[in-house]
């Protein structure tokens, strides 16, 4: 499964020179702890989290006036976000993109492709698949496939996410276009496609 089908589309954006309280309202109304920062293209320049927006605010506000360091705090999303961040493409695999999030300590990934951010991948949005029944997986299979060839034409099955498809027409093609149709629905962790055996006389 690739990152285009899950993450979240459109992406909520943040432009560098957004006030750090706008771009706070911007995260909260949105439910979100953290958004791409891009220029006027909308080319990725970086992540900037909500620690980033407010930690040096709250960390001033708990000392006394006369512990505050000489330094001004951040007034944009430019001079707070302190994560700069490639991104990912929509090709990417989403276990790739788990990976990175562990390695990396972050909760969420740009997507971009060749005209900048295109959506953003969360960890709840890499729970989706997990989250998705079996049966669930089979009803969608099952309809993307009839969708191409009928319903009489295929069997499936599927178990903890892996679906195994029989063809029971014997079509090297059809196979090859299950493969590709099954491995793009939500949820799928594993394909495997077989041809029906001929029955035993």
Known sequence: MRAQD??????????????????????????????????????????????????????????????????????????????????VTPDTDVRDVARMMLAEHVHSIPVVDAMGVIGVLTRRDLLKPVARDDMSIAAAVRSHLAAYRGRDHWTVSVHDGAVAIVDDLDNATDRHVARVIAEAVTGVSSVEVSVRPEPTR
């Open 6 to 87: 899950v993450m979240s589309s459109p992406a909520v954006t943040l432009h560098p020179d957004r006030s750090v309280w706008d771009a706070a309202k911007v995260l909260s109304a949105n439910g979100f702890t953290a958004a791409p920062v891009v220029d006027g293209n909308g080319r990725l320049l970086g992540m900037v989290t909500a620690a980033d927006l407010l930690g040096d605010r709250a960390r001033r506000g708990s000392q006394p006036s006369a512990d505050l360091p000489a330094s001004t705090p951040a007034a944009t999303v430019g001079q707070a976000m302190t994560r700069p961040d490639t991104g």
